[in-house]
């Protein structure tokens, strides 16, 4: 796994990620994202629903690009990093590689944006999650 991400969780492959194929399906990723995320906040003490200020996170894009077929019981490993931070938004880049052969199997990002979810509205970052974040 590329040395960038400082973060790093492991998930193993269950039958609910299995498809017609034989093989994880392609939503189960955005699914795998997701869990790495929370993991990454949780760490920081954070969470999706509360980054500071209670700011949550609301996702805006998202891309994924499938680099070779992931099995039933295989381990993963799943690394997280922030990039672009700025105001009211940021990225997490994701590195996904099957632990048994060390083969990077997916990379993406998801674009999320600050968000107040009692007024509806997008909000800026709270200082206190950038301190976190700079500094990791």
């Given at each position: 796994?590329?040395?960038?991400f400082k973060?790093?969780t492991?998930?193993?492959v269950?039958?609910?990620?299995?498809?017609y194929?034989?093989h994880?399906?392609?939503?189960?990723?955005?699914?795998?994202?997701q869990?790495?995320?929370?993991?990454?906040?949780a760490t920081k003490g954070?969470?999706?629903?509360n980054i500071?200020?209670?700011?949550?996170?609301i996702m805006n894009?998202?891309?994924i690009?499938y680099?070779?077929?992931v099995f039933l019981?295989?381990?993963?490993?799943?690394?997280v990093?922030?990039?672009?931070?700025?105001?009211i938004?940021?990225k997490?880049?994701?590195?996904v590689?099957?632990?048994?052969?060390?083969?990077i199997?997916?990379?993406?990002?998801?674009?999320?944006?600050?968000?107040n979810y009692?007024?509806?509205?997008?909000?800026?970052?709270?200082e206190?999650?950038?301190?976190v974040?700079e500094?990791?």
């Amino acid at each position: 796994m590329n040395e960038n991400f400082k973060f790093q969780t492991s998930f193993t492959v269950r039958i609910g990620d299995i498809n017609y194929g034989g093989h994880m399906g392609n939503d189960k990723f955005l699914l795998l994202f997701q869990d790495a995320r929370i993991r990454f906040l949780a760490t920081k003490g954070f969470s999706e629903a509360n980054i500071g200020d209670q700011i949550g996170l609301i996702m805006n894009e998202a891309y994924i690009r499938y680099q070779a077929e992931v099995f039933l019981g295989d381990e993963l490993s799943v690394g997280v990093k922030i990039t672009e931070l700025a105001d009211i938004r940021f990225k997490f880049e994701y590195e996904v590689e099957r632990i048994s052969d060390k083969k990077i199997v997916a990379a993406g990002f998801t674009g999320m944006v600050a968000f107040n979810y009692e007024k509806r509205k997008i909000a800026k970052i709270p200082e206190v999650f950038k301190a976190v974040i700079e500094n990791f």
